[in-house]
């Protein structure tokens, strides 16, 4: 069985593709077939954040549009061989994505045996993200502390809800994980950001993890490496967490407090 | 107290007023939500009429569309304020 993860959150710059890209590692190291797409057509990046940009031959709009077959442009990655990557397409025609091509595309991965499919949506409202959160068994909606991406999220949640292939169906529904990203426990608790707690009541749901605001994001990007590669940091560690719990497994939120002491009090005595 | 105490002393707990302000929009956003395009509009153009003669809060209008088979019925709750002025 194949399970598509499409990962969104109606605002921009959230963190989607930095998710995308340690989700889908994540989920090829624990041994899973993983694909990761790039829907954000016209702006790809994803390529970038999995450091395979000067391997993109095909891309996805290609394979839709038959000008390549499905296994021409799947990018293995260098590091994990159960993981591919599907690139977006540069071109700036809006209508090149279509739902049938879409269907086509995610039909013949299961086909190969893919176990999940993380599709990596653009930010908005509009086709693309409609597109990517269409076919969804599983959608992780990654919000900020920030009170506009916390609105269009709830926005993300009522479209799940009800413009997706289950919701139309009304067999199923789509699974909703909320990722918290960007978090900073300081500003926390000096009352400057909203709290883990205050996000899950406003949307009504508890999150699948918490990522901390970390240097070694930008780091990962600079390098091509996923975040979640990189174990000792925080966030390698809190996205390895969070796609431990996709899998089922049940582990505590880390990283949500205060370091008890800082490094000039353990310098100085404090 | 030193001067750096001073300066950094209160912070404005702004992290409370995101808080609330997106509890009502969250609120109010998931009531229309589902229902006609004009469930929005219609809701605020009420707010502004009944504001005409009673002072509310803008949350004081609730705009529900609840599906009860074969019939949609649009439910409208105004609450007023407690020492109700006329305006
Ligand atoms: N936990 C984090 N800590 C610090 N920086 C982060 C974190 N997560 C993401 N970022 C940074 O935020 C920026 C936006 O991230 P990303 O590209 O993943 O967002 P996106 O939601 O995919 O954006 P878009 O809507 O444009 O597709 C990047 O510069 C990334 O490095
Ligand atoms: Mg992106």
Redesign the pocket.
């Known amino acids: 069985m194949t399970e598509i993860i499409v990962v969104t959150?109606g605002?921009?710059?959230?963190?989607?593709?930095?998710?995308?890209a340690s989700l889908a590692t994540g989920l090829a190291q624990a041994g899973k077939k993983v694909a990761v797409i790039d829907f954000?057509v016209g702006?790809r990046?994803l390529d970038l954040?999995m450091g395979c940009e000067r391997r993109v031959v095909y891309d996805f709009v290609n394979v839709i549009q038959g000008e390549a077959t499905l296994k021409q442009a799947l990018i293995k990655d260098k590091r994990n061989d159960k993981l591919f990557v599907l690139a977006a397409s540069q071109t700036r025609d809006k209508d090149a994505l279509t739902q049938e091509g879409v269907e086509k595309v995610l039909d013949e991965l299961k086909k190969e045996g893919f176990d999940y499919v993380v599709c990596?949506s653009?930010?908005g409202i509009e086709k693309g993200a409609h597109l990517a959160m269409y076919f969804a068994d599983h959608a992780m909606v990654?919000v900020n502390p920030e009170v506009s991406s916390v609105r269009d999220s709830d926005r993300i949640l009522g479209l799940l809800a009800s413009k997706t292939r289950h919701a139309e169906g009304g067999q199923a529904t789509v699974k909703q994980h909320l990722l918290l990203?960007?978090?900073n426990p300081v500003r926390v608790e000096a009352g400057e950001m909203l709290s883990v707690k205050d996000v899950e009541d406003i949307l009504g749901l508890p999150v699948v993890g918490v990522?901390?605001?970390?240097?070694?994001?930008?780091a990962a990007?600079n390098a091509g490496e996923p975040?979640i590669l990189d174990a000792q940091s925080m966030?390698g560690q809190a996205y390895a967490d969070a796609v431990a719990r996709v899998l089922g497994e049940e582990r505590p939120l880390r990283f949500l407090e205060v370091p008890k002491k800082g490094l000039f009090k353990r310098m100085f005595g404090g | 107290m030193g001067i750096l105490d001073f300066l950094r002393a209160k912070p404005k707990n702004t992290a409370s007023i995101a808080r609330e302000r997106l509890r009502i929009i969250v609120a109010q956003e998931r009531s229309t939500r589902g229902g006609p395009d004009y469930l929005p509009l219609l809701r605020s153009e009420l707010l502004e009429v009944i504001r005409k003669y009673v002072n509310i809060d803008p949350e004081a209008v609730q705009v529900n569309l609840e599906s009860d088979t074969g019939h949609d019925v649009l439910e409208l709750s105004v609450a007023l304020p407690d020492d109700e002025k006329k305006s």
């Open positions: 959150s605002k921009g710059g959230v963190g989607k593709t930095t998710t995308s954000d702006l990046n954040i990596d653009p930010a990654v990203t960007r978090y990522i901390p605001e970390s240097e070694n994001v930008l990007s975040v966030a």
